[in-house]
C-alpha cells in the first residue's frame, strides 16, 4: 500500500499563500486519483481538490480561483498551491490516494489562517 507524506503547511495572515506537498511512495503512481482533504475543528473532513492521472481536475465552490492543485508524476508528488487564504481555510490538510481498489491517507499538515 502506497504511504503518503504531506509537507508545507504552516500559519498565514488573510490574504497569503501557501503551497503544500505531497509525495508517494510505491511503483505506481500515474494511475491513481490523488485528492486533498481538508478538516477544519469540528467539522467532517471534506474534499478540496482532487486530479486523475491524466490531469483533470475538481474544485470544491468555496477554493475555486484560489487554489490549484497539480501532480508531477515522474516525482510521485502532488502540490496544492493555495492562494488568498481566508480563516475558513483553517484545518488540517491530508493528501489522499484512490484507485483499482486502493485506498491512503497521509498523515496530514496543519494549515492556519489568522490575523
Known amino acids: 500500500q502506497a504511504q503518503l507524506v504531506e509537507s508545507g503547511g504552516g500559519s498565514v495572515q488573510p490574504g497569503g499563500s501557501l503551497t503544500l506537498s505531497c509525495k508517494a511512495s510505491?511503483?505506481?503512481?500515474?494511475?491513481?486519483?490523488m485528492g486533498w482533504y481538508r478538516q477544519s475543528p469540528g467539522k467532517s473532513r471534506v474534499l478540496v481538490a482532487d486530479?486523475?492521472?491524466?490531469?483533470?481536475?475538481n474544485y470544491m465552490d468555496s477554493v475555486r480561483g484560489r487554489f490549484t492543485i497539480s501532480r508531477d508524476n515522474a516525482k510521485k508528488m502532488i502540490y496544492l498551491q493555495m492562494n488568498d487564504l481566508k480563516p475558513e481555510d483553517t484545518g488540517v490538510y491530508y493528501c489522499h490516494l484512490q484507485g483499482y481498489g486502493a485506498s491512503s491517507w497521509g498523515q496530514g499538515t496543519q494549515v492556519t489562517v489568522s490575523s
Open positions: 510505491g511503483d505506481i503512481f500515474s494511475i491513481y486519483i
Open positions: 486530479i486523475t492521472g491524466n490531469r483533470v481536475t
